[in-house]
């Protein structure tokens, strides 16, 4: 085969996995677990990419890494398909619409802050307590069981409020790894694939991503501390922040929340309204990025900002996949590594449940009339099921109108 034909093959990959990805950007709805929902539809039932064994060990494998699970499994998917080339319009198919109405919302608040409802504003920040209520209580069910997890979810919570910062997050999840090695053992191994997850990576090549991974991560600190340019320091942040959560999603919200409120780059109310709409966007909640950099007050922000800040946080997700997953077959065997997965899942929980206090529910709940703007947001995700995306649209509705109309008895 010619060179040519082989360059025009790839391109065709590409072309033809970043439109798959791209239509389930525009429509995956619902959070990680239903995003791992539609990829199975999709790639297992309908297009036979993998087998449902193989496809189970693949979404295990990802939820085992730091990072956002169901974009790590779009990676490797990719990766299968068509190489880097894939696992790279896997990516930006599946995470640019969202990226792109994030930026968007950042500009908008950015430049037309002052002249945006206030209450439009709360209600977002209302939908996103809800939000985070409910991935609190879904996840200790499942993570939290028995008294020595639930203990463990608690002191969590009380060592990040005590130390709320990366440094104190980083401590407490290794911590508990350390914990669940001796306490968190599972009583019994599920069983093994023997159908093979199709990866060509060789190990030494998995050798190579881990090892970028790690110089990245304690590398940028020194960079920044050497050369401290503007643009080193939001990849740092958002990189940092990328490599060291564990549960994806909703749980990296304090490590963004330490990395860009606390240090002034952007306002407690613009963070959690931007919370909030990412919320009603579909696609990886990571995207989150995006719009934290387009809003930032340390440059480069706008649309430059956002686009490092969406590179920098996704990054060690790729670097994690490619290089973890050509040991996956022997990974999976390993006892002790489960025991220390169910340790650091019950710490997880603790960080998040920090969150819910600080800054979410000290930022959000200033009054009586915020607190029923959540409980209404609540019963909509909890007891009618409305999926997020119209709950948050129906928050800020109902905030932007709370607002209109107190306005009017005043007038």
Not at 36 to 65: K, P
Not at 183 to 198: R, V, W
Not at 300 to 323: D, E, K
């Amino acid at each position: 085969m010619s060179v040519s034909t082989q360059t025009s093959q790839s391109e065709r990959a590409f072309g033809s996995i970043f439109l798959i990805f791209l239509r389930l950007g525009l429509t995956s709805f619902g959070g990680p677990v239903a995003h791992l929902a539609y990829f199975r539809n999709e790639f297992v039932e309908r297009r036979h990419w993998l087998s449902e064994r193989s496809y189970a060990d693949l979404v295990s494998l990802c939820q085992c890494l730091p990072g956002p699970a169901s974009s790590q499994v779009g990676m490797a998917l990719g990766l299968q398909q068509a190489g880097y080339r894939g696992a790279l319009a896997a990516w930006l198919g599946f995470t640019l619409p969202s990226a792109l109405l994030l930026i968007l919302f950042a500009l908008g608040i950015t430049h037309y802050g002052d002249g945006m409802s206030a209450g439009l504003l709360q209600g977002l920040k209302a939908a996103a307590v809800a939000v985070v209520i409910q991935a609190v209580w879904a996840m200790a069910r499942t993570h939290c069981v028995g008294l020595t997890r639930f203990a463990m979810m608690v002191l969590a919570t009380c060592g990040v409020l005590a130390v709320p910062t990366p440094a104190g997050q980083a401590g407490v999840l290794i911590l508990a790894a350390i914990v669940g090695l001796y306490f968190c053992k599972p009583k019994h191994l599920e069983s093994t694939a023997k159908d093979a997850i199709p990866v060509t990576l060789r190990r030494r090549t998995g050798v190579f991503w881990l090892a970028v991974f790690f110089v990245l991560l304690f590398g940028l600190p020194l960079a920044v501390l050497l050369i401290n340019h503007q643009a080193l320091l939001i990849v740092d942040a958002f990189y940092r922040s990328g490599a060291l959560v564990f549960g994806g999603g909703h749980v990296v919200l304090p490590l963004l929340q330490a990395e860009v409120v606390t240090t002034g780059w952007v306002n407690e109310d613009q963070f959690l309204a931007g919370y909030g709409v990412a919320q009603a966007v579909p696609g990886p909640l990571f995207s989150f990025a995006a719009f934290l950099g387009a809003a930032s007050s340390l440059p480069p922000s706008g649309w430059v900002g956002g686009v490092i800040a969406l590179f920098a946080i996704f990054t060690p997700s790729f670097l994690l996949v490619a290089g973890v997953l050509p040991f996956w077959e022997s990974l999976r065997h390993h006892v002790r590594m489960r025991a220390a997965l169910n340790g650091v899942n019950a710490a997880v929980v603790g960080l998040l449940l920090a969150a819910l206090y600080d800054p979410i529910w000290t930022s959000a709940i200033r009054a009586p009339a915020d607190f029923v703007l959540v409980f209404l947001a609540w019963v909509g995700l909890v007891l009618a099921r409305l999926p997020a995306w119209l709950v948050v649209l129906l928050s800020g509705l109902m905030g932007w109108a709370a607002d209109y109309f107190a306005l009017l008895l005043v007038l």
